[in-house]
């Protein structure tokens, strides 16, 4: 019989459809594949929530929820002092927290063939996806205690398989038949004579369990048993044998059986013990895992998108209109099949990006008006409006797509723009109808006015640097021509109207729209007509910390920015 090769990489099971549409397949369906693959498995321990999520994290494709360690993290011991019913309950967590199947350390299925049909169904209803059972007497006694320990009647054990078998509603479901007899001492024929029989009763693998110190007695049962189906081994005591051993022999699946519990032991004691005798944290802070990995480990951001998309929008908080429409083409092949908008930065969407800074201010009613690629905005919890003629028309036009969300307490941002929170908070206690965020440091940015197409600001009064301010500051004239030594700031891009400045941006649009400039025309060109009929456009100042993303070196800044 050819030896089992060594992995190459872990069998694969992708959590989504692939690109053929193909499904992932279920938990039971993947525990058969591991028992039955050419190649040696393993699968690591774990006996609540967060240890499976370890084992999947480090990247096993399975879980053996032991006995012994889900009774010890208990604080009970492996006697069947938790009833299955509570262990099942710690089995629930297991599943619902890792996406890889679970087999589960059964015991002697808490009673007789009865108890176990009961188990196996409930085990399948609670997503597991295979049982193992041993051929001892309920209540049990961990192998490793004592020696002899009486063993099941044969027959009444092959009954409690069938029973297994025959009520399992998944029909991939495992059940694993767990012989005892070389831990009791009964010798190798009794282990073969045993195997055989729970084979013939439909086990799908054979748990061969051993207390000594080296793999012999389980190398000559496997080389006996002959793959008359897969072999399950524990090598707990004989844990210096090579792997390869195994494999040479046929090995279906090793059980590492209670590394992760007996791993906790030892980093909790240690733990425990400094900061009782440290009375301090200092000298363990940076050896434990950080809080915000447990919030990583427990899915917190998945719950924070899921408040952003189902949790109603407060009344009277402010919205906001996101303009996203342009491809932002010095991006080159970055924006070939998404706007820029949509750019990875660090591992999100910049929009995204922009949309936490919004939510966090808890502005959550967004409006996004796309244009290029517009099926690439896709982000959940935000609303869109189109721009079809993005290719034609200025930003005005595009603002002019979303004039049904331009109303109350609205903000208008570009879709190409970060900054720092503190902006926004400032923006949103600011007074004035129509308010722009000015950033006055903007040689600091750039020097030269004219590096490239930006938004400098003519101000009623330059920044002031002192306690005191002179009273509000308006905007005179906004565009990329305003005199060099009549700058007093830079657009950062980020501007908020009231209910009143939004009713004065709408009947601007309008009147654009009336006078035939609406297509063309940019927002500087609609702030500067609002400037021009007598509307006070406040000035907030900001010094820096901002950026918008034109190019690569701006898409390089905004990734160091965060
Ligand atoms: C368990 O992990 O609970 C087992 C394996 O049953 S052993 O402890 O080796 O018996
Ligand atoms: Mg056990």
Request: proline share 5%; net charge negative.
């Given at each position: 019989m050819p030896a089992r090769p060594a992995n190459p990489t872990p069998i694969n099971f992708p959590d989504t459809p692939a690109l053929d549409g193909a499904m992932t397949p279920g938990k039971a369906t993947r525990l058969r594949a591991l028992l039955t693959s050419p190649q040696?498995?393993?699968?690591?321990?774990?006996?609540?929530?967060l240890s499976a999520k370890i084992a999947e994290e480090a990247g096993f494709n399975g879980i053996w929820?032991?006995?012994?360690?889900?009774?010890?993290?208990?604080g009970v011991r492996d006697n069947n002092e938790a009833s299955w019913t509570q262990v099942l309950e710690v089995l629930e967590f297991m599943a619902d927290a890792t996406e890889i199947p679970i087999l589960v350390d059964g015991d002697t299925g808490y009673g007789n063939f009865n108890n176990v049909r009961r188990v196996v169904r409930k085990l399948c209803q609670r997503g597991i996806a295979g049982v193992c059972i041993e051929d001892k007497l309920f209540p049990k006694t961990n192998s490793f205690i004592g020696d002899g320990q009486p063993l099941a009647d044969i027959d009444e054990f092959c009954g409690k398989i069938k029973a297994g078998k025959d009520s399992q509603p998944d029909d991939d479901f495992s059940i694993v038949a767990r012989v005892e007899a070389l831990i009791s001492g009964r010798g190798m024929a009794e282990a073969l004579k045993r195997a055989g029989a729970y084979h013939a009763a439909g086990a799908d693998a054979i748990l061969i369990h051993s207390k000594q110190q080296t793999?012999?007695?389980?190398?000559?049962?496997?080389?006996?048993?002959g793959n008359r189906c897969p072999v399950v081994i524990v090598p707990t005591t004989y844990y210096d044998t090579p792997t390869d051993r195994y494999r040479e022999r046929d090995i279906s699946l090793i059980i590492w059986a209670n590394h992760n519990l007996r791993a906790s032991i030892t980093a909790m004691r240690e733990v425990s013990r400094r900061i009782l005798r440290e009375e301090s944290l200092v000298g363990i802070e940076h050896e434990v895992a950080s809080v915000k990995d447990v919030?990583?480990?427990?899915g917190n951001q998945?719950?924070?998108?899921?408040?952003?998309?189902?949790?109603?929008?407060?009344?009277?908080?402010?919205g906001a209109v996101i303009l996203a429409a342009s491809r932002g083409s010095e991006l080159g092949s970055l924006t070939e099949d998404r706007p820029k908008c949509m750019v990875d930065v660090r591992g999100q969407p910049l929009l995204q990006r922009l949309i936490d800074t919004f939510n966090s201010a808890n502005v959550r009613n967004i409006t996004v008006v796309r244009g290029y690629r517009?099926?690439?905005?896709?982000?959940?919890?935000i609303k869109t409006v189109d721009n079809d003629f993005y290719g034609s028309s200025g930003e005005a036009a595009t603002l002019a797509c979303a004039i049904d969300a331009l109303k109350s307490d609205c903000l208008i941002a570009y879709g190409d723009i970060l900054f720092r929170q503190y902006i926004m908070d400032q923006l949103l206690a600011a007074e004035g109808d129509i308010v722009l965020v000015v950033d006055a440091l903007w040689r600091d940015r750039d020097p030269d006015p004219r590096s490239r197409l930006r938004d400098?600001?003519?101000?009623?009064?330059?920044?002031q640097t002192g306690y005191l301010e002179d009273g509000p500051v308006t905007a005179k004239r906004i565009g990329p021509d305003i005199p060099e030594d009549a700058i007093g700031g830079e657009w950062i891009g980020l501007a908020r109207?009231?209910?009143t400045g939004a009713a004065m941006v709408r009947s601007e649009i309008e009147s654009m729209r009336r006078d035939g400039e609406l297509a063309e025309a940019s927002l500087c060109d609609l702030f500067n007509r609002l400037i021009a009929v007598g509307q006070d456009l406040r000035v907030l100042y900001v010094t820096g910390h901002w950026l918008d993303v034109d190019n690569h070196a701006d898409l390089e800044a905004a990734r160091s920015f965060l």
């Amino acid at each position: 019989m050819p030896a089992r090769p060594a992995n190459p990489t872990p069998i694969n099971f992708p959590d989504t459809p692939a690109l053929d549409g193909a499904m992932t397949p279920g938990k039971a369906t993947r525990l058969r594949a591991l028992l039955t693959s050419p190649q040696l498995e393993f699968i690591m321990e774990a006996h609540d929530g967060l240890s499976a999520k370890i084992a999947e994290e480090a990247g096993f494709n399975g879980i053996w929820a032991s006995g012994l360690t889900m009774s010890a993290a208990l604080g009970v011991r492996d006697n069947n002092e938790a009833s299955w019913t509570q262990v099942l309950e710690v089995l629930e967590f297991m599943a619902d927290a890792t996406e890889i199947p679970i087999l589960v350390d059964g015991d002697t299925g808490y009673g007789n063939f009865n108890n176990v049909r009961r188990v196996v169904r409930k085990l399948c209803q609670r997503g597991i996806a295979g049982v193992c059972i041993e051929d001892k007497l309920f209540p049990k006694t961990n192998s490793f205690i004592g020696d002899g320990q009486p063993l099941a009647d044969i027959d009444e054990f092959c009954g409690k398989i069938k029973a297994g078998k025959d009520s399992q509603p998944d029909d991939d479901f495992s059940i694993v038949a767990r012989v005892e007899a070389l831990i009791s001492g009964r010798g190798m024929a009794e282990a073969l004579k045993r195997a055989g029989a729970y084979h013939a009763a439909g086990a799908d693998a054979i748990l061969i369990h051993s207390k000594q110190q080296t793999a012999d007695e389980i190398l000559t049962f496997a080389a006996e048993w002959g793959n008359r189906c897969p072999v399950v081994i524990v090598p707990t005591t004989y844990y210096d044998t090579p792997t390869d051993r195994y494999r040479e022999r046929d090995i279906s699946l090793i059980i590492w059986a209670n590394h992760n519990l007996r791993a906790s032991i030892t980093a909790m004691r240690e733990v425990s013990r400094r900061i009782l005798r440290e009375e301090s944290l200092v000298g363990i802070e940076h050896e434990v895992a950080s809080v915000k990995d447990v919030f990583e480990l427990t899915g917190n951001q998945e719950l924070a998108a899921a408040e952003k998309r189902y949790l109603p929008v407060q009344q009277g908080a402010p919205g906001a209109v996101i303009l996203a429409a342009s491809r932002g083409s010095e991006l080159g092949s970055l924006t070939e099949d998404r706007p820029k908008c949509m750019v990875d930065v660090r591992g999100q969407p910049l929009l995204q990006r922009l949309i936490d800074t919004f939510n966090s201010a808890n502005v959550r009613n967004i409006t996004v008006v796309r244009g290029y690629r517009k099926e690439m905005v896709n982000l959940p919890s935000i609303k869109t409006v189109d721009n079809d003629f993005y290719g034609s028309s200025g930003e005005a036009a595009t603002l002019a797509c979303a004039i049904d969300a331009l109303k109350s307490d609205c903000l208008i941002a570009y879709g190409d723009i970060l900054f720092r929170q503190y902006i926004m908070d400032q923006l949103l206690a600011a007074e004035g109808d129509i308010v722009l965020v000015v950033d006055a440091l903007w040689r600091d940015r750039d020097p030269d006015p004219r590096s490239r197409l930006r938004d400098l600001v003519a101000c009623s009064a330059p920044f002031q640097t002192g306690y005191l301010e002179d009273g509000p500051v308006t905007a005179k004239r906004i565009g990329p021509d305003i005199p060099e030594d009549a700058i007093g700031g830079e657009w950062i891009g980020l501007a908020r109207v009231t209910d009143t400045g939004a009713a004065m941006v709408r009947s601007e649009i309008e009147s654009m729209r009336r006078d035939g400039e609406l297509a063309e025309a940019s927002l500087c060109d609609l702030f500067n007509r609002l400037i021009a009929v007598g509307q006070d456009l406040r000035v907030l100042y900001v010094t820096g910390h901002w950026l918008d993303v034109d190019n690569h070196a701006d898409l390089e800044a905004a990734r160091s920015f965060l």
